[in-house]
């Protein structure tokens, strides 16, 4: 058998490699139409909670301009700084993450608020993009729970001036609908710039109007689809915000929705807030109850602001708290 020349066999090894590696960017960069999606792919990250499907949908990569002008106390600042600098965090704007929880059991398909809706743009809107990349379609959705009516959370569930999922029941709870439909919705402990409110609050009650046709009231301690879902109010950062405990077998996973907008300051001091709530005094109750008791109970949490795909637990430490991710697990 003749043995190849030196020469020949590199050549030959080189040219199949640059074969097998044109083809591996191929595969990561399969061509599409050019106005699918032009601007990124879709973040999606699957796990499971005991038995049950589930992912965490990125709707968008924000960065909130003001920094920690937007957090209270001022006095506080020096502290923040101070944190922010010890874990090596970039002073001026604050991430802001957006993570839609999906969760899939036999027939049902439920969402945790929607993402910001409306069409994809460069940095946000990518939820309807995450759901249809794992083969979810709208019709397929058959719940949808809104933790409260900012538009990051319900807005998606909305497309068109119609229910983006016309199949699924809207969840909320009830001081949700009477804050923004009272006459005048009381924003005077807010932080918040007023500017934007009349038409946050137009908004919100359009928004509500077309789901009302799918809209189910809950009650704090309500608990659906068999014990799957436990909805647990927590006030504060809106009236009627909401919290969802998810239940399977031994597991669960505690959804902390707008308890927390970043993931150094709201642990490292429960006190601290940020001018989104309309309620800072309220919200700091509320953070502090649930922080003490997924603490105590080390339960599995997941964040709606936190650094994506926002699965993690809460550790005591020091004076406060420290909001430790769960390290990445490949799906087998
Ligand atoms: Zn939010």
Same mark, same amino acid.
């Given at each position: 058998?003749?043995?190849?020349?030196?020469?020949?066999?590199?050549?030959?090894?080189?040219?199949?490699?640059?074969?097998?590696?044109?083809?591996?960017?191929?595969?990561?960069?399969?061509?599409?139409?050019?106005?699918?999606? %032009?601007?990124?792919?879709?973040?999606?990250?699957?796990?499971?909670i005991?038995?049950?499907?589930?992912?965490?949908?990125?709707?968008?990569?924000l960065?909130?301009?003001?920094?920690? *002008?937007?957090?209270?106390? =001022?006095?506080a600042? %020096?502290?923040?700084?101070?944190?922010?600098?010890?874990?090596?965090?970039?002073?001026?704007?604050?991430?802001?993450?957006?993570?839609?929880?999906?969760?899939?059991?036999?027939?049902?398909? &439920?969402?945790? *608020?929607?993402?910001?809706?409306?069409?994809? =743009?460069?940095r946000?809107?990518?939820?309807?993009?995450?759901?249809?990349?794992?083969?979810?379609? /709208?019709?397929?959705?058959?719940?949808?729970?809104?933790?409260?009516?900012?538009?990051?959370?319900?807005?998606?569930?909305v497309?068109d001036?119609?229910?983006?999922?016309?199949?699924?029941?809207?969840?909320?709870?009830?001081?949700?609908?009477?804050?923004?439909?009272?006459?005048?919705? *009381?924003?005077?402990?807010?932080?918040?710039?007023?500017?934007? +409110?009349?038409?946050? $609050?137009?908004?919100?009650?359009?928004?509500?109007?077309?789901?009302? %046709?799918?809209?189910? @009231? +809950?009650?704090?301690?309500?608990?659906?689809?068999?014990?799957?879902?436990?909805?647990?109010?927590?006030?504060?950062?809106?009236?009627?915000?909401?919290?969802?405990? &998810?239940?399977?077998?031994?597991?669960? +996973?505690l959804?902390?929705?707008?308890?927390?907008?970043?993931? +150094?300051?709201?642990?490292?001091?429960?006190?601290? @807030? $940020?001018?989104?709530?309309?309620?800072?005094?309220?919200?700091?109750?509320?953070?502090?109850?649930?922080?003490?008791?997924?603490?105590?109970?080390?339960t599995?949490?997941?964040?709606?602001?936190l /650094?994506?795909?926002? &699965?993690?637990? &809460?550790? %005591?430490?020091?004076?406060?708290?420290?909001?430790?991710?769960?390290?990445?697990?490949?799906?087998?």
């Amino acid at each position: 058998m003749p043995v190849p020349d030196r020469r020949t066999f590199i050549g030959t090894s080189l040219a199949g490699l640059a074969a097998s590696f044109s083809q591996n960017a191929a595969a990561a960069n399969p061509p599409g139409p050019p106005d699918a999606s %032009p601007f990124r792919s879709p973040f999606v990250y699957p796990f499971l909670i005991g038995e049950v499907e589930a992912w965490s949908i990125s709707d968008a990569n924000l960065m909130l301009g003001e920094g920690l *002008d937007l957090m209270w106390p =001022r006095e506080a600042h %020096p502290e923040m700084r101070e944190v922010m600098g010890n874990h090596g965090e970039p002073e001026g704007a604050l991430p802001l993450y957006v993570n839609v929880l999906v969760l899939r059991k036999d027939k049902e398909v &439920i969402l945790f *608020d929607a993402g910001f809706g409306g069409p994809v =743009r460069p940095r946000l809107g990518w939820f309807a993009d995450g759901l249809k990349s794992i083969g979810i379609a /709208p019709d397929d959705v058959t719940a949808g729970f809104l933790s409260h009516a900012h538009s990051d959370h319900l807005n998606g569930f909305v497309a068109d001036g119609k229910p983006a999922f016309p199949n699924a029941a809207f969840h909320v709870l009830p001081d949700e609908l009477a804050f923004w439909r009272a006459n005048e919705p *009381d924003f005077s402990k807010s932080k918040r710039a007023k500017g934007p +409110l009349p038409k946050m $609050i137009a908004d919100a009650r359009k928004y509500f109007d077309i789901l009302e %046709p799918n809209t189910e @009231t +809950l009650k704090d301690g309500d608990q659906l689809f068999g014990g799957l879902v436990t909805v647990h109010a927590a006030p504060g950062h809106t009236a009627g915000h909401a919290c969802f405990r &998810i239940t399977s077998g031994d597991d669960e +996973l505690l959804h902390l929705m707008d308890l927390a907008h970043h993931h +150094l300051l709201m642990f490292a001091d429960p006190n601290w @807030t $940020i001018a989104f709530d309309h309620d800072p005094e309220q919200s700091v109750v509320t953070r502090k109850k649930f922080w003490a008791e997924a603490a105590a109970k080390r339960t599995r949490c997941f964040g709606f602001h936190l /650094p994506w795909p926002g &699965i993690g637990h &809460i550790l %005591p430490e020091a004076n406060g708290y420290r909001w430790w991710p769960e390290a990445w697990r490949w799906q087998q």
